[in-house]
């Protein structure tokens, strides 16, 4: 007997997100790492369970350091099927199909890690299970949102909870998808499941009643039809192709030779077919429908999928691998999509121009609600994933009060440009591996040349090594962000506004504003341990100044090393401005230190006591013991007898570059967004801008404040100023 609705619940959250697919899942997995803190989060799902097989399966090489920075990608890298190489094959004279080309599916050199597949439903798993561990944070499914207001007020305090959604609990049978929804394959059935991958599926309890959630903040990871999306007015813009595609998984058997290689198949008439080896022995063909009809729906070219069965995407297959024989007699999962490359006009509810000003979002999407795509160059997933890395620290950072709400406005600059390139990559994409060859001089046909070219270029962009965040407060440089697919927008990024200084440039060829930092080895200057500079970046929502310290062999390097040291403890310094008193020191911010000495001519106690506050702080470009030398001065560009200072966002991406003097750029650029909390010393920035209109006052007080007596004469000054 269904349970009969209740009275409504009415309940606070800081952050609630929708949907609980990878990009919902990011995001929830960074605010568990702020649980601690007293940020709270709930994310809801309409789906009955987890996804167990098909969906996304492309994990990109920026993913996957992302993981390592969460402490999960060596489960990843261990389940996964590795991609190491991609064959090209293509027609002959003949119209047979030969193996013309092969490349490295990841270019050498660009990270530690490489291309792998793995189905989504483990991913997804990985993800819950931080969370739990983390944060105790669990997805509750079975909950469809039904109304979404947010109030006129909703800038007003940071203590207020603006937006009111209305949820309702759905009944089993209402948030269990058919197995082919339309007669589709959805991949949310459980058909092979990995062992140790078990339900999280609710019980229905309260099957029909309704919850109002007040939030502060609203992340929809809701997907290409996203509710959350229409809910605040965005509106998708791009277009469909004819282009129509069918997916297989299964286990072929077969005798094309590189069925366990990454391929791209041109046949001469039948279409193309993209080969991708997976785990367990399991393939996965995509494959285009070339002699399938596209229905005219009005003005609008729809192809009805519910005609579409997985014998009609086999036997295309069949016919363009030809002379090569493939069945697959166990087909674990199949669907059918027409390629669409669209992108929304804003990622959250207020527009970019707006949120520089007293208005700041409250409302966000990410992912497959902001950008859709089709799925061959492996992007979706990744690209949705890194939507939220680049967001959920941001709010964390303006709910717990760290930052002021102007950051949040970098969400949309940063990742719609991303969202722009990967379309427009897509659509050049798309095209030439779903035309038709060229044959005898035909003009009308797609070059096979072109097409080997535009792969092996992509190849950079897909594995999100390239991102280049543009100039605004969180990024210290100038210029303007440039696209590297999209055509430029005219208008002005309104972030750019942000920015308060800027970083020197020079001081390293590698480790650049806007970009995340390539990692290699350097050594723990206590145990002689070697490490992959990314395994020290983790995850945990502070910012780390980064000081390369040069050769401490050399006189005047103390001299300039001390100094740094002496900021480091002083009232100016980060830690002692923004750190609220309750919390430990290190709460926002961090050191990892880096030297360029031979380890065993210089002691660890030499090094002044705030550049090695614990064993892990202090490394050196060293050669270890069995793992050979990384060679981290010359690999990053950087002088390795003076050094540089590197600021790190939480995310990793460089926010700052400058000499190990620049003390004081580093101050102004923090000024620009963070918050001093109740009891904490206001920096030099803050009382020039106080004290702007008394020159002679402010020259004398300054004398004082660089004497580091700051918290001295903060009272006298405001008496002054007066």
Known sequence: MPNMPGPVKESNVDVLIIGAGPAGLMAANWFARFSKQGLTCRIIDKRSDKIFTGQADGLQCRTLEVFETFGFADRVWKESNHMLEICFWNPDENGVINRTGRIPDTIPGISHYQQVVLHQGRIERFFLDAMSHHGNIHVERSILPESLTISPSSSSTDSDYPVKLQVRHLSLQESTPSQFGSNVASG?????????????????????????????????????????????????????????????????ITDFPDIRM??????????????????????????????????????????????????????AAQKIVRPYTLEMEDIEWFTAYQIGQRVTDRFTNVDATAAQGEQHPRVFIAGDACHTHSPKAGQGMN???????????????????????????????????????????????????????????DDMGISLEEFKKVFEKGNLFASGTAVDYGPSAIVAKDGKAVPQYAEPEDTDDPSAAGVRTVSRTGLSTKILPGQRVPSTKVLNHSDARPWHLNELLKSTGKWRIVPFLGDPRSASQISRIQALATWLDSENSPWR???????????????????????????????????????????????????????????????????????????????????????????????????????????????????GAGMEVKERVLVDVQTDKIGQVVQSVEELAV
């Open 262 to 315: 990454r391929c791209a198949i041109h046949s001469e008439g039948s279409g193309s077919v993209m080969v991708i080896p997976r785990e367990r022995g399991v393939v996965r063909l995509y494959i285009q429908l070339a002699e399938l009809d596209v229905e005219v729906d009005g003005q609008k070219k729809r192809v009805d999928r519910s005609k579409i069965t997985a014998d009609m995407i086999l036997k």
């Open 577 to 691: 401005r923004y750190t609220p008193p309750a919390l430990p020191v290190d709460a926002l911010f961090d050191t990892l230190s880096i030297h360029s000495a031979p380890r065993a001519e210089v002691e660890w106690f030499s090094f002044p006591p705030a550049l090695r506050r614990t064993y892990n702080s202090l490394y050196v470009d060293d050669a270890s013991y069995h793992e050979g030398h990384g060679h981290a001065y010359d690999f990053y560009g950087i002088d390795r007898e003076k050094g540089c200072l590197v600021v790190l966002r939480p995310d990793g991406y460089v926010a700052f570059v400058g000499e190990l003097e620049d003390t004081d750029r580093v101050e102004e650029f923090f000024e620009g967004f963070m918050r001093v909390p109740q009891g904490c010393p206001r920096g030099l920035g803050e009382l020039r801008r106080e004290l």
């Open 188 to 252: 949310l059935f459980r058909q092979v499941a990995t062992e140790g991958d078990v339900s999280d599926a609710p019980s229905a309890e309260r099957t029909g009643d309704s919850e109002i959630i007040n939030a502060k903040y609203v992340i929809g990871c809701d997907g290409a039809h996203s509710w959350t999306r229409a809910q605040i007015g965005a509106q998708m813009h791009g277009e469909q192709t004819d282009y129509i595609w069918g997916v297989l998984d299964g286990v072929p």
């Open 383 to 441: 690209t949705s994933m890194m939507d939220t890395y680049n967001l959920a620290w941001k709010i964390a950072h303006a709910v717990l009060g760290y930052s002021t709400p102007s950051i949040l406005s970098t969400y949309e600059s940063e990742r719609r440009l991303i969202a722009r390139d990967l379309i427009a990559f897509d659509h050049k994409f798309s095209r030439l591996f779903s035309g038709k060859p060229a044959k005898n001089g």
